[in-house]
Nanobody, 124 residues
Framework: QVQLVESGGDSVQAGGSLKLSCTAS????????MGWFRQAPGKAREGVAA????????YYSDSVKGRFTISRDIAKKTVHLQMNMLKPEDTATYYC?????????????????WGQGTQVTVSS
């Protein structure tokens, strides 16, 4: 089993920044590929970023490319999502997810474990 705990969600004004963190515990040896998803009220969950096992390859959705950066601290088993130039449409609950091998980074079924989510609210 792998446990994922997100933190860093908050309320900010448009144009501001936030840094989300996701710390993994448990049997993390195989679950080395990580992603961030978000879900706004009334909308489907959307994959926004992913980082592969080596830490060098990343994925970003078009909606966040150039504004969000995913990174990982392997020693601390933590993945971060730096979010800059936030927009009201970024308002959502953000979820961290882990998988053994991610072929399609924005596909929920690729991930085996999920965190409980952290709320990000961006006001105009």
């Amino acid at each position: 089993q792998v446990q994922l705990v997100e933190s860093g969600g908050d309320s900010v004004q448009a144009g501001g920044s936030l840094k989300l963190s996701c710390t993994a515990s448990g049997d993390t040896a195989r679950m080395k590929e990580m992603g961030w998803f978000r879900q706004a009220p009334g909308k489907a969950r959307e994959g926004v970023a992913a980082i592969y096992a080596g830490g060098l390859s990343t994925y970003y959705s078009d909606s966040v490319k150039g504004r969000f950066t995913i990174s990982r601290d392997i020693a601390k088993k933590t993945v971060h999502l730096q979010m800059n130039m936030l927009k009201p449409e970024d308002t959502a609950t953000y979820y961290c997810a882990a998988g053994a091998y991610i072929a399609v980074p924005d596909l929920e079924s690729e991930y085996s474990y999920w965190g409980q989510g952290t709320q990000v609210t961006v006001s105009s």
